[in-house]
């Protein structure tokens, strides 16, 4: 994949709609591309936040660790972000992030990460609501197993 393709990508990705394409360019250029096996973790909850992923091509399983055992939260594919809720609440990672499928992400310092946010306010806002609609939906999941 080209630089000029990892920027088609990242202008798939909702909260990066709005950022000039030469901005873009250097986010995709001082991120890293990095490919993760079938299985292989992103990261593990717990593990220090220290960036956050953009799913190029595959698919990755979030999971939780609970009292009852692992559950399985979310699948996330092309375009999706993983990682960012740990770079903005500066703790460990609340969950375990796995490539269901062969992947390959950008890998985003969260330095970097906390200085688009603060440059591209629509960014922030996106941010916001894609973890408000992940609240939503693992509350929702949450409350149904607990009635089974």
Do not use: C, W
Not at 20 to 32: I, M, N
Not at 84 to 112: C, F, N
Not at 129 to 147: D, G, K, V
């Amino acid at each position: 994949m080209t630089l000029d393709t990892e920027v088609q990508s990242l202008r798939q990705v909702p909260m990066f709609r709005e950022i000039d394409p030469a901005r873009l360019k250097l986010l995709a250029f001082t991120s890293e591309r990095v490919h993760f096996a079938a299985g292989q973790r992103f990261f593990s909850q717990g593990d220090a936040a220290d960036a956050a992923y953009v799913i190029l091509e595959g698919k990755a399983n979030v999971s939780l660790d609970t009292p009852n055992g692992e559950i399985t939260v979310a699948e996330l594919g092309q375009n999706a972000i993983v990682g960012e809720m740990g770079i903005l609440s500066d703790s460990p990672r609340s969950a375990t992030v796995v490539a269901a499928q062969p992947t390959t992400a950008l890998r985003i310092d969260k330095r970097v990460f906390l200085e688009l946010l603060t440059q591209f306010p629509q960014m922030a806002m996106a941010v916001m609501r894609e973890i408000a609609m992940r609240l939503e939906r693992t509350n929702a999941q949450l409350a149904r197993q607990s009635r089974s």
